[in-house]
C-alpha cells in the first residue's frame, strides 16, 4: 500500500472497495491454482486494505465533494 492512504483518490467508498475486492480476487484465484504463497501476500494485502480503508478509516470533511458521482 502506498504510505498516504489519504490522499484523495482513496475518498470515494466504491474505489476502498474496489481495492479490497481486487486483493481478494487475486488472493482466490492464486489459491484456487494452488499458488499458495501469492494467496497469501494477497490475502494479506487485502486484510491490511479492509482494516486501513474501513476499520480505522476517518472521513475528512472539507467541504469539496470527490465522489465522482454526477448530479
Known amino acids: 500500500m502506498a504510505s ?3 490522499h484523495p ?3 470515494p467508498k466504491w474505489r476502498r ?3 479490497v475486492a481486487i486483493c481478494a480476487a487475486f ?3 492464486d489459491l484456487y ?3 499458495i504463497g501469492w494467496a497469501l501476500i494477497f490475502g494479506g494485502l487485502g486484510a491490511y486494505a479492509v ?3 474501513f476499520i480505522a478509516w ?3 470533511p472539507d ?3 470527490d465522489s465522482d458521482t454526477p448530479g
Open 9 to 11: 483518490w482513496f475518498r
Open 58 to 60: 476517518k472521513d475528512q
Open 51 to 53: 482494516y486501513v480503508f
Open 63 to 65: 467541504g469539496n465533494d
Open 27 to 29: 488472493a482466490g484465484w
Open 4 to 6: 498516504d492512504i489519504n
Open 17 to 19: 472497495v474496489l481495492m
Open 33 to 35: 491454482h494452488g499458488n
